[in-house]
C-alpha cells in the first residue's frame, strides 16, 4: 500500500506563510514527479507546483516567485514554501506523486493525499 500525507494547512492572514509537507509511504520501489495542486470551491482543480526526480521545477504563474517547492528525497518528502499568501490562494491543496510500487518495476502510478485546507483571511 502506498498513501500520501500531508500536513501544514490551516489559516494565515495576508501577506503571511505557510509550509506544506507531503510524505510518501508504503512499498515504494521509485517516486518519480512530486508536487501540488489546489482546488478552491466552486473551481476546477489545479497545478500549483511540481518537481522532477531530478529537481526540474514548475509553477504555475500566479504562484511565481511567492511559492517554493521542493523535495528530500531521503524521506520521500515533497514540501511546498508558501509567502506572501494572498485571499486569492484560499483552497484544499492536494498532494501527488508518480510513483512506482515494489514489485511493479519501473511501472508508476498517479497517487493522490487527502488534501489539507490552507485559509488566506484577515
Known amino acids: 500500500q502506498v498513501q500520501l500525507v500531508e500536513s501544514g494547512g490551516g489559516l494565515v492572514q495576508p501577506g503571511g506563510s505557510l509550509r506544506l509537507s507531503c510524505a510518501a509511504s508504503?512499498?515504494?520501489?521509485?517516486?518519480?514527479?512530486m508536487g501540488w495542486y489546489r482546488q478552491a470551491p466552486g473551481k476546477q482543480r489545479e497545478l500549483v507546483a511540481v518537481?522532477?526526480?531530478?529537481?526540474?521545477?514548475n509553477y504555475a504563474d500566479s504562484v511565481k516567485g511567492r511559492f517554493t517547492v521542493s523535495r528530500l528525497n531521503a524521506k520521500n518528502t515533497v514540501y511546498l514554501q508558501m509567502n506572501s499568501l494572498k485571499p486569492e490562494d484560499t483552497a484544499v491543496y492536494y498532494c501527488?506523486?508518480?510513483?512506482?510500487?515494489?514489485?511493479?518495476?519501473?511501472?508508476?502510478?498517479?497517487?493522490w493525499g487527502q488534501g489539507t485546507q490552507v485559509t488566506v483571511s484577515s
Open positions: 518537481i522532477t526526480s531530478g529537481s526540474t521545477t
Open positions: 501527488n506523486a508518480a510513483i512506482a510500487p515494489l514489485g511493479g518495476g519501473f511501472s508508476y502510478r498517479n497517487y
Open positions: 508504503g512499498s515504494i520501489f521509485s517516486i518519480n514527479t
